[in-house]
């Protein structure tokens, strides 16, 4: 089955305490993406990669770090998590000639 | 910078009635708009994706339409279900920066039985 999975779903945390959140897509997509979603703000790009090893800064890149080693994955890095930063992730892929996003199923993080 | 509205931010309607969600972009430069239903507690699920160079699409009793000039698009749902409670939204792709997308707010839909 074609998807797009995130590990963990949810996430509760303490504010400096380094995290990983895991986006993994079986669809040999090339672009990959990171999102946030607060209420009332709606989603908002936090990075994208077009391609391996080839990263970019969306709209909200500040507090967050991403890798694109293998194609399949794209974790999402918070090196030093802070409360501004709870929210709910998504994670999305895209074929190079395909023009509809797949999204994950979520992760939601609390920083305390 | 492109800014993407959902009016209205919730919508109840009874069950059976025709319903229209309606999404304005500021910059009518894009790429393509798709529209997406998110359930409570999960992921985004496509509806249509309709290119710029496209008026419409249609899915069974979804139908999006695109007027890029006025930068306004419409998802149309015929004959609600109570199935269709969710929250839509919608995205826009822009021509400069195809990599970035933008997405609404979202309308909160519900169909009472």
């Known amino acids: ?112 | 910078k492109q800014e993407v509205t959902q009016i209205p931010a919730a919508l109840s309607v009874p069950e059976g009635e025709n319903l229209v969600l309606n999404c304005s972009f500021t910059d009518s430069a894009i790429y393509n708009l798709q529209w997406f239903r998110q359930d409570p507690g999960k992921g985004l699920t496509s509806l249509l994706l309709i290119q710029s160079s496209q008026r419409e699409q249609t899915s069974g009793r979804l139908n999006a339409s695109l007027d890029k000039s006025s930068g306004r698009s419409t998802l149309y749902i015929a004959a609600s279900q109570p199935g269709d409670s969710a929250t839509y939204l919608c995205a826009v792709r822009p021509e400069v920066s195809g990599n970035q997308f933008y997405f609404g707010t979202g309308t909160s839909l519900t169909v009472i039985p």
């Open chain 1, 1 to 112: 089955e074609a998807q797009v999975t995130q590990n963990p779903r949810y996430l509760i945390t303490v504010t400096g305490k380094k995290l990983t959140v895991t986006c993994s897509q079986n669809m040999n997509h090339e672009y990959m993406s990171w999102y946030r979603q607060d209420p009332g703000l709606g989603l908002r790009q936090i990075y994208y990669s077009m391609n391996v090893e080839v990263t970019d800064k969306g709209d909200v890149p500040e507090g967050y770090k991403v890798s694109r080693k293998e194609k399949r994955n794209f974790p999402l890095i918070l090196e030093s998590p802070s409360p501004n930063q709870t929210s709910l992730y998504f994670c999305a892929s895209r074929g190079y000639r395909s023009h509809e996003q797949y999204f994950g199923p979520g992760t939601r993080l609390t920083v305390t």
